[in-house]
């Protein structure tokens, strides 16, 4: 069951696709029973029923939830549809570190801010083994003067 653009799974509408990697295909979604943006993490077809993938899906739903930083995406929920299994995330939009990096170098104030961010978040989930790459942080503007960034969930 490949998700598309306009298709549904279960209560939520299929956006566009955000990203795919080998750990899976990330969905911009809306959840029309909440009425609210989401972002749905579904394995790649070719891995969707094998039985390490999926558990180890559901550890990363796990560890997910147990997470709380204000800098860390949030899990909503772990959703199966048609025995098709997703993540229901947090939907974290903007630019990423990685898209940012390809307009040159950060100011040095900057750099600092976002280490430290990161360093931070990245304590919290050390526990949980979750990673933090540069295509998966996003940036958004906190301040005029700072430039903030959460983790969001990646394929």
């Known amino acids: 069951?490949?998700?598309?653009?306009?298709?549904?799974?279960g209560a939520y509408l299929v956006g566009p696709l955000?990203?795919?990697?080998?750990?899976?295909?990330v969905y911009q979604a809306r959840d029309t029973r909440l009425g609210?943006?989401?972002?749905?993490?579904?394995?790649p077809d070719a891995?969707?029923?094998?039985?390490?993938r999926l558990a180890r899906f559901s550890r990363?739903?796990?560890?997910?939830?147990s997470l709380n930083h204000p800098r860390i995406a949030q899990i909503y929920g772990l959703e199966e549809v048609e025995s098709r299994t997703a993540l229901v995330l947090e939907l974290?939009?903007?630019?990423?570190?990685?898209?940012?990096?390809?307009?040159?170098?950060?100011?040095?104030?900057?750099?600092?801010?976002?280490?430290?961010?990161i360093a931070e978040a990245s304590f919290e989930g050390s526990t949980s083994q979750i990673?933090?790459?540069?295509?998966c942080i996003a940036l958004s503007k906190a301040t005029t003067r700072s430039t903030s960034w959460r983790r969001r969930i990646c394929c």
């Open 36 to 43: 609210r943006s989401v972002a749905l993490k579904v394995l």
């Open 1 to 9: 069951m490949s998700l598309t653009a306009g298709s549904t799974f």
């Open 131 to 135: 990673c933090v790459a540069l295509g």
């Open 47 to 52: 891995v969707a029923h094998d039985p390490d």
């Open 60 to 65: 990363e739903a796990q560890a997910l939830a």
């Open 92 to 117: 974290v939009e903007g630019p990423t570190l990685a898209d940012r990096l390809l307009r040159g170098p950060l100011p040095l104030d900057e750099a600092l801010a976002i280490a430290t961010q």
């Open 18 to 25: 955000l990203g795919a990697g080998g750990m899976g295909e």
